[in-house]
């Protein structure tokens, strides 16, 4: 199995920037991809950014050419990169880790806050 750990959140000015970091631990190997989301009051969880082991990048719309995500080169550890922050950013971001082990598995971490003051 494989757990992972954010860290990072804080408050920031509009217009500031923020570094998140996920840590996975466990069978890292079974990794297939890993991404982050987030999550504002009384709005759905939504997909921020995600990076498959090969690579591969994917971004919301809402944040390509603002966020940058990457990882360490281990495969263990990936970063949110988040520039030009704006207020509509703040939410409870949640690092994911998807692979297979046996059988598919999806991990979540237990989130951390960002928020953005205009």
């Known amino acids: 199995q494989v757990q992972v750990v954010e860290s990072g959140g804080g408050l920031v000015q509009a217009g500031g920037s923020l570094r998140l970091s996920c840590a996975a631990s466990?069978?890292?190997?079974?990794?297939?991809?890993m991404g982050w989301y987030r999550q504002a009051p009384g709005k759905v969880r939504e997909m921020v950014a995600s990076?498959?082991?090969?690579?591969?990048?994917n971004y919301a719309d809402s944040v390509e050419d603002r966020f940058t995500i990457f990882r360490d080169n281990a495969g263990s550890t990936v970063y949110l990169q988040m520039n030009s922050l704006k207020p509509e950013d703040t939410a409870v971001y949640y690092c994911n880790a998807d692979g297979w082990f046996g059988t598919d598995f999806s991990s979540w971490g237990q989130g951390t806050q960002v928020t953005v003051s205009s």
């Open positions: 466990g069978s890292i190997f079974s990794i297939k991809s």
């Open positions: 990076i498959t082991s090969r690579g591969v990048t």
